[in-house]
């Protein structure tokens, strides 16, 4: 099938071939082409969260980075590490936060099942995110004022970003995961999938970043996840994951870099990747995947933000007060509120200084700014959710 053919009509499983996917395999991660990164390891880019901070400071110097990380994600092998991304204080008041969720789902007899994995080889915390805004507030405004995490959101998605996570736990013994692709195009059937045109698969991945937080060290026999680099630019990944070929090719050829408590980890959609096997007797192998999705596209989680937000705003407005910076606060704003304006109600919620109304990001952003109390935001909170009903 012609490249013209490929984008703008259907792909078919029957044209996916092993040997296309080996092409786009030859290239390999250039160090030259990524200036910031500390090392290429397994053609995986690594940078050292100290490193990077100090460019962050300088709009010009960001802006640097940001581009590279896009290229990044979209040419070079799909995926970097963040080194030592979170302090392991922070990380363990989390984890400590996780693992009571797990138990009091478990005592409740509520088992969550995971898209990839046999059922019971892992303890899965569906909508993580809301649950630690609403346990514990103080800890999700450290966790998420994380700079690293919006760094990398920022550089494939832009500004207005929604934040999801998953909490993934492999037990001792347990079985990983099958090589898949990620939301959207990959939690779909290729029944489905081939319905979609050859442009909508090239878009899919644009729509989403995923990322994962080692909540504990994660030598290669925990199962940490596996990648193979590059394969993201295979245009037609979306249908060939599902194939024989392509996961006997995957399980030989794949690549596997332990990682440290608080290093996180970004990379496309569509880069091919799985969960390992824990191959240890005593190691709960936790990762907080974080899915950011586009303020264009819908997160695959309904999240309650109008609670996480009233949940999380005195921790975040004492924070402020106790020194967090603006920037750092806003970080946790656009984890926690939704940042973009619309689906709205435009005969009330009528947009007053620009194209859009204020989106509920905006709204406490304007809040944290004069020190509104929790009680004064929550009446403005309520004038928005009236305002995007539909009648």
Known sequence: MSPTTATTGFRRAEDCRLEDLLTVLEAHTDPAAFPHADRVVQDVLVYEAASLRPLLVDPDSRDTVLAELADAFADGPGIVVLSGAFETTVVDRVTDAFEQIIREEKEAGQLAGDHFAGPGSNDRVWNALEKLAVRDPEAFVAYYANDLVALAATAWLGPGYQVTSQVNVVNPGGKGQTVHRDYHLGFQSPAVTGRYPGRVHDVSPLLTLQGAVAHCDMPVETGPTLYLPHSQKYRYGYLAYWLPEFQDHFQRHHVQLPLHKGDAVFFNPALFHAAGSNHTHDVRRMANLLQ????????????????????????????????????????VVAASAEGYAFPTNLDRDTPVDGMTPRSQAEVVLDALAVALTPEQLGTRLDAVAHARLSH
Do not use: K, N, Q, W
């Open 292 to 331: 950011v999705s586009s303020a264009f596209g819908r997160a695959m989680e309904t999240v309650d933000r109008d609670r996480m937000v009233r949940a999380v705003y005195p921790s975040l407005l004492a924070a402020v007060a106790d020194g967090l910076s603006d920037t750092a606060a806003g970080h």
